[in-house]
């Protein structure tokens, strides 16, 4: 499967509870950190809630 690289930009302070689960479920932390993940429809949905807040690049 292709891999994914996740990196949070904006802040989640005023988001909703949901979409800082969602962040924090990718274990994403702080503004700037990063995570790659497996491009799997669970983890392309988590992305797509919270696409707003983040970035998405492809590893290869």
């Known amino acids: 499967m292709a891999k994914i690289k996740v990196s949070l930009k904006r802040s989640t302070i005023g988001s909703l509870p949901g979409q800082r689960a969602t962040v924090r479920s990718l274990g ?3 503004i700037g950190s990063s995570r790659i993940h497996e ?3 669970a983890v392309l949905g988590m992305v797509k809630a919270v696409a707003h807040l983040v970035t998405v690049e492809d590893v290869k």
Do not use: V
């Open 28 to 30: 994403l932390r702080k």
């Open 39 to 41: 491009s799997s429809p």
